[in-house]
Nanobody, 114 residues
């Protein structure tokens, strides 16, 4: 059974940092591209960052220069380091395992408040 579980969300002030973690099980983790998405209230879910199997990364413009995605294949875990957070980063952040079968996590709330 494929399972993807996010953690690390929370309540922070602008300019602070958070590190999200996503632990996957039931898959051959090293063969999956992994991604972070987010969904703010009243908005569509949007891509934040992707890390491919070989380690190549892609970032949406919203997080470039502030977010860093990484993976630890030994721990079946992907991370999203978010620095210099802004109120517009407030959203539920979802982890996506891109492989066969694909899988979504349940999400973790990030709130950046002034």
């Amino acid at each position: 059974q494929v399972q993807v579980v996010e953690s690390g969300g929370g309540l922070v002030r602008p300019g602070q940092s958070l590190r999200l973690s996503c632990a996957a099980s039931g898959i051959i983790f090293s063969t999956y591209s992994m991604a972070w998405y987010r969904q703010a209230p009243g908005k569509q879910r949007e891509l934040v960052a992707v890390i491919r199997t070989e380690g190549g990364t892609y970032y949406a413009d919203s997080g470039k220069g502030r977010f860093t995605i990484s993976r630890d294949n030994a721990k079946n875990t992907v991370y999203l380091q978010m620095d210099n957070l802004k109120p517009e980063d407030t959203a539920v952040y979802y982890c996506y395992a891109g492989g066969y079968p694909p899988a979504w996590g349940q999400g973790t709330q990030v709130t950046v408040y002034s």
